[in-house]
């Protein structure tokens, strides 16, 4: 009886915990103004040695390709947890903007320039990120891209194309990696 009760304790736990990945704990499900999310996959972000990020998608319900996600009108979130010991916030900022650049024509890019200027404004006042900090993009439909730094709203983008602008930097067809596009898709 003492094995079955050890036996169901440890199965609950690995349910309650989905992932750990360079000591960032990525529960199975998370819950975003009363839509539940499920962790779709996760991956870390190195440039060249260094661990830059970790970062997990939330999804309604599991998705296995990029197309699938951008078609889906329900909530998600991207949840960025910082591995680096401390960064310039212009240095994030500097990738975000990039990996849009890479996945998106001119004209794309300009329907989203005056939205990419208000992002960029968000982080404005924010001169670091430091290892634990935690950026979230909730993507909510009747409310767009919410932004967040460790809990705080920095404020709110409208449009599904700025949110499917954002997952194209790790899922689009010019993702930062390849294998942490293929992580977040799940496999």
Same mark, same amino acid.
């Given at each position: #009886?003492?094995?079955?009760?050890?036996?169901?304790? #440890?199965? /609950?736990?690995? $349910?309650?915990?989905?992932?750990?990945?360079?000591?960032?704990? *990525?529960?199975?499900?998370? $819950?975003?103004?009363? &839509?539940?999310l499920t962790l779709n996959g996760a991956g870390v972000r190195s440039i060249v040695f260094f661990k830059m990020y970790v970062i997990g998608?939330?999804?309604?319900?599991? $998705?296995?390709?990029?197309? &699938?996600?951008? +078609?889906?009108?329900? !909530?998600?979130?991207?949840?960025?947890?910082?591995?680096? %010991?401390?960064?310039? &916030?212009?240095? *994030?900022?500097?990738?975000?903007?990039?990996?849009?650049?890479?996945?998106?024509?001119?004209? $794309?890019?300009? /329907?989203?320039?005056?939205?990419? /200027?208000? *992002?960029?404004? #968000?982080? +404005?006042?924010?001169?670091?990120?430091? =290892?634990?900090?935690?950026?979230?993009?909730?993507?909510? !439909?009747?409310? +767009?891209? =919410?932004?967040?730094?460790?809990?705080?709203?920095?404020?709110?983008?409208?449009?599904?194309?700025?949110?499917? /602008?954002?997952?194209?930097?790790?899922?689009?067809?010019?993702?930062?990696?390849?294998?942490?596009?293929?992580?977040?898709?799940? %496999?």
């Amino acid at each position: #009886m003492k094995k079955l009760i050890a036996i169901l304790l #440890m199965c /609950a736990s690995m $349910q309650a915990l989905a992932l750990e990945l360079e000591g960032v704990k *990525f529960d199975d499900k998370v $819950q975003i103004d009363n &839509a539940p999310l499920t962790l779709n996959g996760a991956g870390v972000r190195s440039i060249v040695f260094f661990k830059m990020y970790v970062i997990g998608l939330y999804l309604a319900e599991k $998705q296995k390709t990029a197309d &699938a996600i951008l +078609g889906d009108a329900k !909530p998600k979130r991207i949840a960025l947890h910082v591995l680096v %010991g401390e960064a310039g &916030a212009e240095r *994030f900022l500097n990738g975000f903007r990039k990996g849009i650049e890479k996945n998106h024509s001119e004209a $794309q890019l300009a /329907a989203l320039r005056e939205r990419m /200027a208000a *992002f960029e404004q #968000m982080f +404005g006042h924010i001169k670091t990120v430091k =290892r634990g900090d935690v950026i979230a993009f909730d993507w909510l !439909p009747a409310a +767009g891209t =919410r932004i967040a730094l460790n809990g705080a709203e920095l404020g709110r983008i409208a449009g599904d194309d700025f949110y499917h /602008a954002l997952l194209s930097i790790w899922i689009g067809s010019k993702p930062v990696t390849a294998s942490l596009k293929k992580e977040l898709l799940g %496999g």
